[in-house]
């Protein structure tokens, strides 16, 4: 008996077993749930006022369908035969109000052809039901979508998505939506306290809301209109500090494109005394470098082309610095204690590279790609976005910053410049090969503006003037700083770098270098040796 009941219930076990690909297959197929199909007839009305009505009306349903329908007719897929829509598939008709296939073959079937006016609608409905989607960017698509769209038919599937949400972000999005819509209610307690809400927000657009409101001209509520003004002031605020925080961000990636360009200048000019006006022009060398190496990855290595930059990096850096070895071995060196001599000849030294920049890529600037993991940005707030990029290139500052402490400070080589830069006469007389430690400075500083060339490349056309737009602020950033101080090469290019776009952003670009200059005159009229002066008994 037990043997019998075992044998029949691995039976019905193999027969499930059996039929389990079936079942897989028919659940697996799409389930057409039935659409009013007086709602979806109107989609083909007479007026594009029905049209409307309908495609809101069917998206008000929040239902898979409904979404499939209407992305559909985004599409240009559907069809009509008399007063019932079809979607082909192939030979088939489907009727899409009831998803069950019309046989026989519909006669005189035309394609449904939507307006702008129509477009429209689709597209906020088709955004009101992608709030549904579990992916969250999608969400987030689909509300900032709505932000312009929305209107009063909106507010139950609004209202449903607040329920269901949890990420914090989209819920405010959709609140504030809410609010923007609840501004057109009839009702003064209403929009009281849809302004009270616009008002917690960082929206530049809701400005334009706010103000209007405080005219009594739109908003004829005293009460409405005290808030609104108390809103617009609260915002007003808040926008100016995203502002701000704009233009400091702003600042700090200028202060670190400077910061590479006058790390290298530091060196050069706190070791030897060089006023190196070819300086710029070794920061072009890098960004050429750059445009060069992105050249040879599109043609041999397309697959990796979005990681030319970091083979830029050491590129650049050895061809920035063999060209500022040659220039110090074949002219420089026949020029020390000379400054007026060192500083004509290394402005006609630019002047050659310049020029041959010209004669080898063209006189016209060259574009140079962000790779995918250098471009987009981060929304920090709805009016402070920071780019990728820059937020890499200061990072990137920072990180080469800190290999240059270290160079300094914990090698050898590091101390003979050190101690060439605090007394040349005694470090030669105990030994220091002052010579050597003037050609490996020099070529070490070249290859660090190299480095700042890449970092330029990436927010900047590169063409062969583009080092001149630097070299006077990187002299400026050495000489606030302090000659040979890092502290003081940081300090003042992120200070010139943050005070320069702040007074950009209030009396533009003249007024900003004006009154920068004026600044630094001030200060150096106070500590000549600059912010961070080098302490010691004797100073060249």
């Known amino acids: ?117 129509t477009r429209r609608a689709l597209n906020a409905s088709l955004s009101l039901l992608k709030l549904f989607s579990p992916d969250r960017e999608e969400r987030i698509k689909a509300a900032k979508a709505l932000e312009a769209s929305a209107d009063a038919l909106s507010m ?55 103000t209007e409101l405080t005219d009594p001209a739109n908003e004829p509520d005293a009460g409405v209109q005290s808030a609104a003004k108390e809103s617009l002031a609260s915002l007003e605020n808040r926008l100016l500090v995203g502002e701000s925080i704009s233009r400091v961000f702003t600042g700090l990636s200028l202060g670190s494109v400077l910061l590479l360009a006058a790390l290298g200048l530091a060196i050069t000019y706190g070791v030897m005394g060089i006023i190196n006006m070819a300086h710029g022009e070794l920061l072009m060398v890098g960004a050429y470098a750059t445009y060069v190496m992105q050249g040879i990855f599109r043609t041999h290595f397309p697959e990796y082309i979005d990681w030319y930059v970091l083979a830029a990096i050491p590129v650049a850096f050895f061809s920035a610095g063999l060209v500022g070895i040659l220039l110090e071995r074949t002219v420089i060196r026949w020029l020390y204690g000379r400054p007026l001599e060192t500083l004509l000849t290394t402005w006609g030294l630019s002047l050659i590279l310049i020029q041959s920049a010209r004669v080898a890529f063209g006189p016209q600037n060259l574009e140079v790609a962000n790779p995918i993991w250098l471009s987009g940005s981060i929304e920090a707030m709805s009016n402070v976005v920071l780019p990728l990029n820059r937020i890499i290139i200061i990072g990137f500052a920072f990180f080469v910053l800190a290999l240059m402490w270290v160079l300094l400070n914990r090698t050898r080589l590091g101390l003979f410049v050190r101690a060439v830069t605090q007394n ?18 020099f070529g070490l500083g070249s290859a660090i503006a190299g480095l700042g060339g890449v970092a330029l490349s990436q927010i900047a056309n590169v063409g062969p003037d583009m080092g001149q737009g630097y070299i006077v602020d990187a002299f400026m950033t050495v000489v606030l700083g302090g000659v040979g101080q890092l502290a003081g090469a940081v300090w003042a290019a992120m200070g010139l770098g943050i005070v320069t776009k702040l007074i950009e952003g209030v009396a533009g670009a003249v007024i900003a270098k004006i009154v920068v200059l004026a600044i630094i005159i001030a200060i150096i009229q106070k500590r000549p040796q600059g912010l961070f002066a080098i302490k010691g008994r004797f100073v060249d």
């Open 424 to 441: 040349r006469a005694m470090a030669g007389c105990v030994g220091v090969p002052t010579a050597r430690i003037d050609t490996v400075a």
């Open 156 to 210: 139950p599937i609004l209202d449903q998505v607040l329920i269901k949400e949890s990420d914090p972000e989209i819920k405010q999005i959709i609140t504030l939506t809410r609010a923007s819509i609840e501004l057109k209610n009839p009702d003064p307690a209403k929009r009281l306290a849809a302004v009270k809400s616009l008002g917690e927000s960082n929206h530049p657009d809701v400005k334009i809301k706010l």
């Open 1 to 117: 008996m037990f043997l019998k009941i075992r044998i029949k219930m691995l039976s019905n076990f193999s027969r499930i077993v059996f039929l389990l690909p079936f079942f897989l297959i028919v659940f697996s197929l799409p389930a057409y749930a039935a659409l009013d199909p007086e709602i979806v007839k109107q989609l083909n009305a007479e007026t594009n006022e029905e049209k409307v009505a309908s495609i809101k009306n069917i998206a008000l349903l929040g239902t898979p369908e409904a979404a499939a329908l209407l992305q559909a007719m985004a599409d240009d897929a559907l069809s009509f035969s008399g007063d019932t829509i079809i979607r082909m598939e192939g030979d088939r008709a489907i009727n899409v109000a009831t998803g069950q296939e019309i046989k026989p073959l519909p006669e005189n079937i035309e394609t449904l052809v939507t307006n702008n006016s």
